[in-house]
């Protein structure tokens, strides 16, 4: 006899969350990753030849990259076992890993191991897996949103194969939205839900790349559009907005993505390209990056890649500095635009900055040179008896403010460090600088007397 209140109950499948009931089963069905999942490529030619070797996954979330690894485990038939880095113990996994050791010795059958966010063991868990991966008892793959160069012992990164994964086309993430509207066995095919056109741009535009938030915006949409009063059954923008409540942007202000914007930042100055630069500025801040780190990293941008082609360049960027401690966010964010407009339009030099090297060098390569007796300060007798500031010239003492004197160590009486640029105020500056160099050698023709 049926039992009516079993009957009432969803199966267990359809209890999952969407994104969970939409993940690709096969090859075939597995969206985007063409760079490596295209015919002849390389890691589609591992699957399909079962030639796999352990391998790390790197990508922004949402792409793909735990379905991937259960679909290889499904293709190959090899043993799965997953675990997540942020909820699971080495022991149990060091557990599991030493199965795998038995099944292969009695059964011959292979093992694949998945740890997600593998980034989150420290260094000492991660070589937990060495031996394991070494004699080949586990396939080891691994996925990560991390750098895998910084977040990888490097001892388990030089036995994996880095694949790295790019984020979702929006054709791609159309083309999955269109099956999980379509899909009645794990979609919504069978509810009747669809979506007005507005709804499906808004929800591709606001996955950022990543299927798994854009179908878990859609399932909550969904609700909503069943719920709604007049018993509508198609998801509307306002749905899709409802749904997000806000939108979260892929950055993270201690990883990878934080260095990637703000080297982003800095080139488009570099290239004077404003539009850009006022892109990126806004991703960060948009993102709730300290807008104060931004501004330093503006103050060294105005050093390095403007310097004296435009002095005030460093002025702007200080008082941007000044402005966003004074007035905070979100006002503060007019004053580093204003910055990052005036930077990119500024005419470029980096001859500061080679100076400073070349002059850091000289002072690796001859260590602490004598400060020349000349221009040390006799500030005691003894220091004037031994001959401190004998023969220093004052400037002043000469109409045209010059001295025969050399201000550098004997050893390194010749050296030229600063190289003026060819543009801005560097124009003005080579100049004044050739004047000066023109007249001390002057002096010392002359013997240092004045004109």
């Known amino acids: 006899m049926e039992n009516l209140f079993e009957s009432q109950v969803p199966p267990e499948s359809s209890r999952k969350p969407l994104a969970e009931r939409m993940r690709p089963g096969t090859l075939e069905e597995f969206v985007g990753q063409r760079a490596l999942l295209g015919p002849g490529k390389v890691l589609a030619e591992m699957i399909e030849s079962d030639k796999l070797v352990s391998m790390i996954l790197w990508g922004p979330p949402g792409v793909g990259k735990t379905t991937l690894a259960r679909v290889i485990a499904a293709r190959t038939g090899r043993a799965f076992h997953a675990y997540s ?6 022991r149990d996994i060091k557990e599991v890993m030493e199965a795998a050791r038995l099944r292969f010795s009695s059964e011959g059958r292979k093992t694949i191991l998945f740890i997600d966010e593998v980034h989150r063991f420290n260094k000492a868990q991660q070589d937990a897996f060495l031996s394991f991966v070494e004699d080949g008892t586990i396939t080891f793959i691994g996925a990560t949103t991390e750098n895998p160069s910084f977040e990888v012992n490097g001892a388990l990164l030089s036995r994996c194969r880095v ?22 066995r794990t979609g919504l095919g069978g509810a009747g839900i669809g979506a007005d056109p507005d709804a499906r741009a808004a929800l591709v535009d606001q996955a950022d790349g990543d299927a798994r938030q854009m179908l878990n915006v859609l399932e ?30 892929l950055y993270d202000r201690a990883g990878e993505e934080h260095y990637n914007v703000i080297s982003a930042l800095h080139k488009s100055l570099r290239g004077s390209d404003a539009q850009a630069g006022l892109y990126w500025l806004a991703r960060m801040l948009e993102a709730g990056e300290d807008p104060l780190y931004v501004a330093r990293r503006l103050v060294r941008f105005a050093s390095e890649d403007v310097g004296l082609a435009d002095p005030e360049a460093l002025s702007v960027a200080l008082n941007a500095f000044q402005a966003v401690h004074f007035i905070g966010m979100p006002e503060g964010a007019l004053a580093l635009s204003e910055a990052v407009v005036y930077l990119a339009a500024a005419p470029k030099s980096n001859s500061l900055y080679a100076a400073y090297g070349a002059a850091k060098e000289a002072v690796a390569k001859h260590g602490s040179l004598p400060v020349p007796k000349p221009i040390r300060n006799p500030v005691t007798s003894l220091m004037s008896e031994a001959g401190y500031g004998e023969g220093y010239e004052y400037p002043h003492d000469n109409p045209d403010k010059a001295t025969g004197m050399t201000f550098l160590p004997a050893e390194i009486r010749n050296a030229e460090f ?16 050739l004047y000066w160099g023109r007249l001390r050698e002057a002096r010392r023709g002359d013997g240092g007397r004045s004109s």
């Open 85 to 90: 880095a942020a909820t699971s113990g080495i």
């Open 163 to 184: 694949f790295e994964f790019s984020r979702l086309s929006r054709e791609e993430l159309a083309g999955i939205l269109d099956r999980a509207l379509a899909d009645a």
């Open 220 to 249: 909550i949409a969904s609700n909503l559009a069943a719920g709604a009063e007049g018993g509508g059954r198609a998801v509307t923008a306002a749905h899709v907005r409802e749904a997000l409540g806000g939108r979260t942007l």
């Open 418 to 433: 600063y190289a003026p640029g060819q543009y801005g105020f560097e124009k003005e500056i080579r100049r004044r600088l």
